[in-house]
């Protein structure tokens, strides 16, 4: 990373050491500190340019604030707002969403496991543009309750719908520091921003798999750090040969996985990406399991909370087995 990166990983760390608190933020009504959100907006996290009230970061830095995140679990709408801000970068006339963004409003794309259809056109007098009534349903939407923003695909168009003409429901998953929701569309006004690209789907498993990486490596420092204290036989267990190497794996598997998040930038390597990280968060998680003993799957050690995370992450955006087929077909 470049000086400036590395100052603002610093910057992330040191603001979500004073201020994230996961359990506290799960046991919230909307899972979300606001405050929290509002002080990573100031920072300039976003990727939003600086004629559209942001600092001028570009994805990079975001991916650098994204793995902090995930290092934290701390929930956030980084990652939802983020996909949409580079969603709206593609087209003219978007820069009013942009500035609200910049601001700390709440944006979500919905784009994956959306099954909707436009009933009828027409044009949207306050905007001059072509809209249309869409009817369906959007599930596992990303903070898509609390979103002041929402943006939809049908997999040709990208729209900003009317909040006052959806309804919009928390989904209980098994990850609980991820806020999803399912949103019912009937007749709702939608304004037609332009043409959906492959390539904003590309920029969402990038950005999942910066925070996966975040999310598995702090889940071995946590691992290692207890193989240090842990005594058995009169000695830390960490001095044992077997668990040496097991670590060392793991250590191995975070370093390739860090990798395969830097590398993904176009449609291969980002599909790459979202199966490697998954899986290396996964198998990181479950050797956080077994390495703590049985302390590992009490509800107060932070062991099964990393657990969860990776297995709801795996899901998001489509499972690792579903990307394996892209790619086969890619190549």
């Given amino acids: 990373m470049t000086p400036e990166q590395l100052a603002l990983r610093d910057a992330v760390r040191g603001l979500l050491a004073k201020h994230s608190d996961v359990r506290a933020a799960i046991e919230t009504p909307d899972g979300c500190d606001k405050g929290l959100w509002g002080r990573l907006c100031d920072m300039g996290v976003l990727p939003i340019p600086e004629q559209h009230g942001g600092s001028g970061a570009?994805?990079?830095?975001?991916?650098?604030?994204?793995e902090e995140l995930g290092r934290t679990l701390t929930p956030s709408p980084?990652?939802?707002?983020?996909?949409?801000?580079?969603?709206?970068?593609?087209?003219?006339?978007?820069?009013?969403?942009?500035?609200?963004?910049?601001?700390?409003?709440?944006?979500?794309?919905?784009?994956d496991c959306v099954e909707i259809t436009s009933t009828e056109a027409f044009d949207h007098p306050e905007v001059n543009a072509a809209s249309d009534y869409l009817d369906g349903?959007?599930?596992?939407?990303?903070?898509?309750?609390?979103?002041e923003?929402?943006?939809?695909?049908?997999?040709?168009?990208?729209?900003?719908?009317?909040?006052?003409?959806?309804?919009?429901?928390?989904?209980?998953?098994?990850?609980?520091?991820?806020?999803?929701?399912?949103?019912?569309?009937?007749?709702?006004?939608?304004l037609r921003l332009g043409r959906w690209s492959p390539e904003i789907r590309d920029i969402a498993l990038a950005a999942l798999a910066a925070e996966q990486v975040g999310g598995a490596a702090r889940a071995l420092e946590i691992t290692?750090?207890?193989?240090?204290?842990?005594?058995q036989f009169g000695k830390p267990i960490g001095?044992?040969?077997?668990?040496?190497?097991?670590?060392?794996?793991?250590?191995?598997?975070?370093?390739?996985?860090?990798?395969?998040?830097?590398?993904?930038?176009?449609?291969?390597?980002a599909a790459v990406a979202k199966v490697y990280c998954s899986e290396a968060f996964c198998k990181?998680?479950?050797?956080?399991?077994?390495?703590?003993?049985?302390?590992?799957?009490?509800?107060?050690?932070?062991?099964?909370?990393?657990?969860?995370?990776?297995?709801?992450?795996?899901?998001?955006?489509?499972?690792?087995?579903?990307?394996?087929?892209?790619?086969?077909?890619?190549?």
């Fill in 239 to 269: 001095s044992f040969q077997a668990l040496k190497h097991r670590m060392a794996d793991l250590h191995v598997l975070v370093e390739t996985a860090r990798s395969a998040a830097l590398a993904a930038t176009d449609e291969v390597s």
């Fill in 58 to 66: 570009g994805l990079a830095e975001t991916l650098v604030a994204l």
């Fill in 284 to 331: 990181v998680a479950a050797e956080m399991i077994q390495l703590h003993g049985g302390i590992a799957i009490t509800w107060e050690h932070d062991a099964h909370l990393y657990f969860k995370r990776a297995h709801g992450s795996a899901q998001l955006f489509g499972s690792p087995a579903h990307h394996l087929q892209r790619l086969q077909a890619l190549t």
């Fill in 78 to 111: 980084l990652l939802a707002s983020t996909i949409a801000a580079r969603a709206l970068l593609r087209f003219r006339d978007t820069g009013r969403l942009l500035r609200r963004i910049a601001d700390g409003a709440v944006a979500t794309l919905a784009w």
């Fill in 224 to 231: 290692v750090e207890y193989a240090k204290t842990r005594v």
């Fill in 137 to 147: 349903t959007a599930r596992f939407v990303l903070d898509g309750d609390l979103a």
């Fill in 149 to 190: 923003i929402l943006l939809v695909s049908d997999g040709t168009w990208l729209y900003e719908v009317d909040l006052n003409g959806v309804t919009r429901e928390h989904t209980p998953t098994l990850d609980q520091t991820r806020r999803l929701a399912t949103i019912h569309l009937t007749s709702t006004p939608a």
